[in-house]
């Protein structure tokens, strides 16, 4: 089934917010943007903010007021995506259909793909005497067939975020409403991520690259990890002075297409990751108190490369080991030496090439311990909301890299990791 897309226009569209843009010409803009960041944080409900905004700019001929539109900075490589994809594209806004009808033109959007609010115009057709219909997004979006994708980034855009199947918050120009990411399947924070996510979606073939590493790397990190007692998901647990996770990135920096699979306190999540990088695309697991890390994965991976690898965000593992796993063109399993209370063992045999491969996945027995990480065709993935290892059953024997790790469950093991980074990781 082919998506159709639904975005929100200020801010998601345009590199500014509209309204406040007008009030500047009228020396009122700091009022203007006040009111609308208040909005769209959802602290002033949107119909009522919208009204008393509008009437504030009522004074601007409407004339005056398409004019500075048109100058208004857009996000030019989504207004690409729109113009390539116009038939499916549908612009969802809040804002009044007089004041953007030679936006919309411009971005290649017709009228019955514009759902906007409409305004009441004088008989000269260039003073707003008011407003006739306030958009719902909610309701308005009800008669567009599924399955589609919506983009944006204010309160009043979550309904619609709500009701796609694939809801994404768009946090390029400002911080993008909870109400929304509370909804939502992904979160990005630039344009190019979220125009390479929207191509994937849309030509259902490999996430579009132009980078040499060629892989989808998806991080869990939404599980709560609530054994060591910290207070907070195990990922951001700082270890040596660094959060776990931010460890990760530092040694995936080379990479360009990272999936951070988010759900327990997500807002802490994803704040730490843009504070070392903004192209990192999130992915929601709202669900993650009733599934595992194999429905976090499964999330992740759609939409992704044709090769995806597999790490909990709470695994401290040898950086050499880790480059070893990313490096291999083969699927393949990392396996270390048993060490946790209840481990997943895999046994193994040695084939032709010298190599060992695991057989079989068993709480009972096995030479080696699992540890999360594995890289796979996409093709290969099947379904599962289990754990991760579940997905590898079907595909045994498969190629086992030994990688050492620490894994971080109580306080002896946490002060044993810190050694073990400050050691310059020997044993
Ligand atoms: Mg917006």
Redesign the pocket.
Known sequence: MEYSYLF?????ITKK?ILPALADSIGIGDVMKKMTEKT?MGEIPFAESFSKRVEMLSVIPVSKAREIIAGIPLHEELVSFIKENSDRCYVVTGNLDVWISGLMEKIGISKDHCLCSKARLDENGDKLLGIDKIIDKGRAIAAIPHPFAAV???DN?AEMIAAADIGIGFGAVRNVAMSLLNNATHAVYTEEKLCRLLRAIASKVSYPSDADLKKTIVISCAGMGTRLGVGCTKALVSVAGKPLLLRQLELLKDYDDIRIVVGYQYEKVIEMVLGYRKDVTFVFNHNYKNTGTGDSFLKGAAHGRDMVVALDGDLLVHPDDLNTVLECPDECIGGTTPGTDNPVLMSVMIKEDGQEYVTEFSRQRGKYEWTGLMQMKKEHLGLTTGHVYFLLEPRLPMKMIFIRTREIDTMDDYKNAVRWIENGYKD
């Open positions: 929100d226009l200020d801010a998601t917010e769209m944006g980034d204010g855009d």
